[in-house]
């Protein structure tokens, strides 16, 4: 509909096997237009690292992660 947003974005960056080797960010979401000033956005963000580096205590981190994010905004 004219109030209602479909939002994809997708990157993928490839680096050096030190770095990772190659990540992914992948962006889901809905825009609603609730009135002419106020807006609803609901997203789903997951990110994941192919080749995680263990930190300087020896964790290694997981290799996805999941967000969702509700935003409100004003157009003024």
């Known amino acids: 509909s ?3 947003d479909l939002v994809f974005e997708y990157a993928g960056v490839l680096m050096s096997r030190e770095a990772g080797q190659f990540n992914h960010h992948t962006l889901v979401g809905l825009e609603f237009e609730l009135t002419d000033v106020l807006d609803l956005d609901l997203s789903l963000v997951w990110d994941r690292m192919e080749q ?8 290694i981190p997981e290799k996805d992660d999941f967000y969702l994010m509700l935003t409100f905004g004003l157009d003024i």
């Open 52 to 59: 995680p580096r263990a930190t300087s205590t020896g964790a």
């Open 2 to 4: 004219k109030r209602t």
